[in-house]
């Protein structure tokens, strides 16, 4: 599961990179939903089906105190938390990804 900024475009080898892979590649939208559980538009990295490892962009990130708002599983649905809880929860890699 990746977390980035919506203003960036994820890099796969860098993602190949952060889980120490051969490859990586973004999964088909039929294949993310049923195994998150989530619909494409909506898909939160909290509360999936089965937990997954997580990566946030650590050029998506700023003060680790600040606020970010993540979605929250439903589109429209947000939730608002600190950058550190939010890695803190996940227990996430925080790497370059883009």
Do not use: W
Request: aromatic letters at 4%.
């Amino acid at each position: 599961c990746l977390l980035v900024a919506s203003d960036r475009e994820v890099s796969m080898k860098r993602v190949t990179a952060a889980f120490g892979g051969k490859a990586a590649a973004m999964l088909k939208p039929a294949d993310a939903e049923r195994l998150t559980g989530y619909h494409v538009g909506g898909i939160s990295p909290l509360g999936q089906k089965r937990p997954f490892p997580t990566a946030i962009d650590a050029g998506s990130l700023g003060d680790p105190g600040a606020e970010i708002h993540i979605n929250g599983g439903g589109r429209g649905l947000q939730i608002r938390l600190t950058e550190a809880d939010l890695a803190a929860v996940l227990k996430a890699l925080v790497v370059p990804l883009t």
